[in-house]
């Protein structure tokens, strides 16, 4: 991807964009001072364009990359957080929710 090929106002505003994937709060980051459904339609409308949703796409496969990151990954450890038995981390004792010692816990 030829980053240069972007104008920098464009370029700015992905770098705003890969901070929390909100394109109108990008769009107005990135020094466009404009109403809310302005910042939001010309987000959507940058957003579109090819050569924006390659640098968006690459900086994100990138960061995933660093972070070692894989949808696979992410689905398992949602799994176990969701099949987890909540007995092995608290318990109820006489009516009151006890914590157990994060030293007496597995990484399950």
């Not at 957080?81 to 009151?96: F, I, K, P, Y």
Request: charged letters at 30%.
């Amino acid at each position: 991807m030829k980053e240069e090929r972007i104008c920098p106002s464009h370029r700015r505003f992905v770098y705003e964009y890969l901070k929390d994937l909100n394109g109108s709060a990008a769009w107005i980051r990135s020094g466009h001072d404009v109403p809310e459904s302005t910042a939001r339609n010309n987000a959507a409308r940058v957003l579109a364009k090819a050569n924006i949703k390659a640098l968006v796409r690459q900086h994100l496969e990138d960061r995933a990359a660093v972070a070692d990151l894989t949808v696979d990954k992410i689905l398992r450890e949602y799994m176990r957080l969701g099949l987890s038995d909540l007995t092995n981390v608290a318990q109820w004792v006489d009516g009151e929710l006890v914590v157990k010692n994060s030293d007496d816990l597995t990484p399950d």
